[in-house]
């Protein structure tokens, strides 16, 4: 099962469903189960529901993200980066730049918690 490893200040809102996309550089599929973690601490099961490419960069020092090719809107990324757990697209950029550099070309994954049960169901089939 993949995992998607996140750092401790995210860990609450993962667990509690609250935070459900990340951009990550490897791909996973649509309805794959992926193991969410924080250090070796498992913090959930997420499904897989959607798989979007995403790309930051700068055009003339402005932030630009785009999802499969479209251009979001400044109000769009700044909605964008509270859903990938930051308070606005400053933090988010700061933060992807501080491990990544820009221009960053990865994929953006959402997944919905799927209880215990259901995970270890899924593994056994």
């Known amino acids: 099962m993949p995992k998607i490893n996140f750092y401790p200040r995210f860990a609450p809102v993962?667990?509690?469903?609250?935070?459900?996309?990340a951009i990550r550089l490897r791909s996973v599929l649509p309805g794959e189960l992926?193991?969410?973690?924080?250090?070796?601490?498992?913090?959930?099961?997420g499904r897989v529901t959607?798989?979007?490419?995403?790309?930051?960069?700068y055009r003339n020092y402005v932030p630009v993200?785009?999802?499969d090719g479209v251009v979001l809107s400044t109000k769009g990324m700044e909605e964008f980066s509270r859903k990938c757990g930051?308070?606005?697209?400053?933090?988010?950029i700061d933060f992807h730049?501080?491990?990544f550099a820009l221009p960053l070309r990865g994929r953006l994954v959402m997944w919905k918690l799927v209880k215990a049960e259901e995970a270890v169901h899924?593994?056994?089939?």
């Not at 993962?14 to 996309?21: A, D, M, R």
């Not at 959607?50 to 960069?57: H, Q, Y």
């Open 65 to 67: 993200i785009r999802l």
């Open 14 to 21: 993962v667990q509690s469903g609250q935070l459900t996309q």
């Open 86 to 92: 930051f308070p606005d697209l400053d933090a988010l």
């Open 34 to 45: 992926v193991e969410l973690l924080c250090d070796k601490r498992a913090l959930g099961t």
């Open 50 to 57: 959607m798989v979007r490419d995403v790309a930051i960069s």
């Open 122 to 125: 899924a593994d056994q089939a």
């Open 97 to 99: 730049s501080e491990f």
